[in-house]
C-alpha cells in the first residue's frame, strides 16, 4: 500500500526526521493537519494494513491496557505502527489505487481513487458486479445512467 498519499506522506515525514530535516518534516505534518479538516470515514494505519476507526481505537485501548502503548502516542515519529495503531487518517487513509476495506472488520472506508483505482472499480463492475457501498461512493464513475449490474443491457 505504499502507494496510498497519506501513508507516504507520513513515511517521508519519518525519513525527514531520521535526517534530522525536522523543520521539512513540519511542514507535511502540517500538510497532514489540513487535509484533516473534513475527515470522511478515518482510518489507522497498523501492521501494514489500513484499519477502521473502531478497530483502531479497540487495538489502542487493548495495547494500552497491556501496557504496550508508546511512551508518548501522540508522538507518531516515536514508534512504529506495527507495534501501535498511527492515525486516525481521514478519507479511508486517503486516495489509493482500490477501495479500502478496514483490515480486520471489512467495513469499507470510503476512500478516494486515483485514476487507476477508477479503472479497477469500473473493471469490477463489468467483471461480476460491486458492493453497494462502492456504487454509492463513486456512483459519480458510472454516469447519468448510473449503475448497471453486468449482463443487463
Ligand atoms: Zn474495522
Redesign the pocket.
Known sequence: MANNLIQLIVRTANDLDEMGLEKEAGVLDSMLEKLAYDPGEEAYVYKADL??K??GDKVKAELTAQGKAPADPSNERSFDSDQFPKGPYPEGGGEADSPHH?G????FLANPLTSDGEKYVLEAAQEGGIPLEWQDEYSYLFGPEGYKEPGIN
Open positions: 484499519i477502521c473502531e478497530c478496514c480486520m472488520c471489512e467495513k
